[in-house]
C-alpha cells in the first residue's frame, strides 16, 4: 500500500456543477501529478505540480485546474463539469528526478450525470 | 511527444501457462519504461521500470521485460501465470520530467 491517499472514493454531481479532489502525497516526495482514466481506457496526464507551481500540462483545457500546498498535498479542481469527465482520477506523487517510480493513490471515481 | 500502443486489449490465457504482454513506443527523447498493474477498483503499482544498463529487467510477482530499442519495444513476460495475475496491464514511457504517457491497457483473464 503506497502512502498516497486521495479523497474522496466516490463522487456524483450534476451537469455544470463544480468539483475538488484532493490528494495527499507521499512522505519525502515534491512533485505530484493528476491522471484522467476514462473507462476502458489508459491513464491521461492533465497536469503535474512541484514546488507549488504547474510544471506541464496535458491536453486539458483550462476548467481543469489545480494547486499543490506547501506540504506537497494537492487538488484538482474541475468546473463546469461535462458528462465527459466521469471517470477515475489518480493522483501520482514522486520525486522531482527522472526515471524515479511514481506512487498512485486508489483515485477518485466521478460520475457526472 | 511521446506515446505508447499495447497491442493487444485482451489475452485469455490458461493457468500456469506463459504469457506476453506487448509495448510498442514512440518518443523523441529518451525514456523510461514501465509495467504497472492495475486490480480492480484500485490504483496503480508499480510491476517493473527500464532506466538503463540491462535490457532484461525483472519486477514483482515473476514478472519481466525486455527493452528492445532498436524495435522500440517493451513487452511484458511471466513463464507461469497463477489466477491471482487476472488484472489490467499498463505499459508507460515518462520523461525527465516524470510525466507519465500509458498505453491502452491490456486485460490479463488467467482462466483456471
Known amino acids: 500500500e503506497t502512502g498516497v491517499t486521495q479523497s474522496p472514493t466516490h463522487l456524483i454531481k450534476t451537469r455544470g456543477q463544480q468539483v475538488t479532489l484532493r490528494c495527499s502525497s507521499q512522505?519525502?516526495?515534491?512533485?505530484v501529478s493528476w491522471y484522467q482514466q476514462a473507462l476502458g481506457q489508459g491513464p491521461q496526464f492533465i497536469f503535474q505540480?512541484?514546488?507549488?507551481?504547474?510544471?506541464g500540462r496535458g491536453n486539458f483545457p483550462p476548467r481543469f485546474s489545480g494547486l499543490q500546498f506547501p506540504n506537497y498535498s494537492s487538488e484538482l479542481n474541475v468546473n463546469a463539469l461535462e458528462l465527459d469527465d466521469s471517470a477515475l482520477y489518480l493522483c501520482?506523487?514522486?520525486?522531482?528526478?527522472?526515471?524515479?517510480?511514481?506512487?498512485f493513490g486508489q483515485g477518485t471515481r466521478l460520475t457526472v450525470v | 511527444a511521446q506515446s505508447v500502443t499495447q497491442l493487444d486489449s485482451q489475452v485469455p490465457v490458461f493457468e500456469e501457462a506463459p504469457v506476453e504482454l506487448r509495448c510498442n513506443y514512440s518518443?523523441?527523447?529518451?525514456?523510461?519504461l514501465f509495467w504497472y498493474v492495475q486490480y480492480p477498483n484500485q490504483g496503480l503499482q508499480l510491476l517493473l521500470k527500464y532506466l538503463s544498463g540491462s535490457t532484461l529487467v525483472k519486477g514483482i510477482n515473476g514478472f519481466e521485460a525486455e527493452f528492445n530499442k532498436s524495435q522500440t519495444s517493451f513487452h511484458l513476460r511471466k513463464p507461469s501465470v497463477h489466477i491471482s495475475d487476472t488484472a489490467e496491464y499498463f505499459c508507460?514511457?515518462?520523461?525527465?520530467?516524470?510525466?507519465?504517457?500509458f498505453g491502452t491497457g491490456t486485460s490479463l483473464t488467467v482462466i483456471p
Open positions: 508507460a514511457v515518462s520523461d525527465s520530467g516524470n510525466q507519465f504517457y
Open positions: 512522505s519525502g516526495h515534491n512533485t
Open positions: 505540480y512541484y514546488r507549488e507551481e504547474e510544471n
Open positions: 518518443s523523441s527523447v529518451s525514456v523510461y
Open positions: 501520482a506523487s514522486s520525486r522531482r528526478s527522472g526515471g524515479t517510480e511514481a506512487f
